[in-house]
T-cell receptor, first 110, second 110 residues
Framework: NAGVTQTPKFRILKIGQSMTLQCTQD?????MYWYRQDPGMGLKLIYY???????DKGEVPNGYNVSRSTTEDFPLRLELAAPSQTSVYFC?????????FGEGSRLTVL | GENVEQHPSTLSVQEGDSAVIKCTYS??????FPWYKQELGKGPQLIID?????GEKKDQRIAVTLNKTAKHFSLHITETQPEDSAVYFC?????????FGTGTSLTVIP
């Protein structure tokens, strides 16, 4: 099992550009999450999904969108990138009583 | 469930000494309290967890204690080793969501 896989690992965006962070899992998790991690701030929940076709906002959803067309994939979309979205993004799946994280995607918006 | 406080933010100990990290939470409905270790450039990984019907749990050199009345839980690492150096996060789970502390950067000095 690959677990939770995120791509890309690194990306630099210009202000106003759009991009999608990909997340896929092969552990058959129904619950999936997107977090952002900023220095000294811990992990903040952006969006989450409890199954295919169902998504909901977390603590910091503004500027982001998600979709969940399949159990495996949970992409995070940034439509108009802003410097405040410079962060490290983690996707996670919840199963067997444990939250499994991907390796992270470091995004810089200049 | 949104308020999890974690202390200290940084901690340095000599190899072989013990390290203690403390967290408090506000939601009395919380029933699951995991601890994660994050090494540089990696995603967080679960190291130990505790549920609300248990007061203490131990796994080799790490232990977690929970005081539901006072709404706090702690991570204890004994006989610390250089490879314990990392950032540690506490979290609490309420319903579908996990809320994280702001992290503790632990340095074990050889």
């Amino acid at each position: 099992n690959a677990g939770v896989t995120q791509t890309p690992k690194f990306r630099i965006l210009k202000i106003g550009q759009s991009m999608t962070l990909q997340c896929t899992q092969d552990m058959n998790h129904n619950y999936m999450y997107w977090y952002r991690q900023d220095p000294g701030m811990g992990l903040k929940l952006i969006y989450y999904s409890v199954g295919a076709g169902i998504t909901d906002k977390g603590e910091v959803p503004n500027g982001y969108n998600v979709s969940r067309s399949t159990t495996e994939d949970f992409p995070l979309r940034l439509e108009l990138a802003a410097p405040s979205q410079t962060s490290v993004y983690f996707c996670a799946g919840w199963g067997a009583g444990e939250l499994f994280f991907g390796e992270g995607s470091r995004l810089t918006v200049l | 469930g949104e308020n999890v406080e974690q202390h200290p933010s940084t901690l340095s100990v000599q190899e072989g000494d013990s390290a203690v990290i403390k967290c408090t939470y506000s939601d009395s409905a919380s029933n699951y309290f995991p601890w994660y270790k994050q090494e540089l450039g990696k995603g967080p990984q679960l190291i130990i967890d505790i549920r609300s019907n248990v007061g203490e749990k131990k796994d080799q050199r790490i232990a977690v204690t929970l005081n539901k009345t006072a709404k706090h839980f702690s991570l204890h690492i004994t006989e610390t080793q250089p490879e314990d150096s990392a950032v540690y996060f506490c979290a609490e789970n309420t319903g579908n969501q996990f809320y994280f502390g702001t992290g503790t950067s632990l340095t074990v000095i050889p």
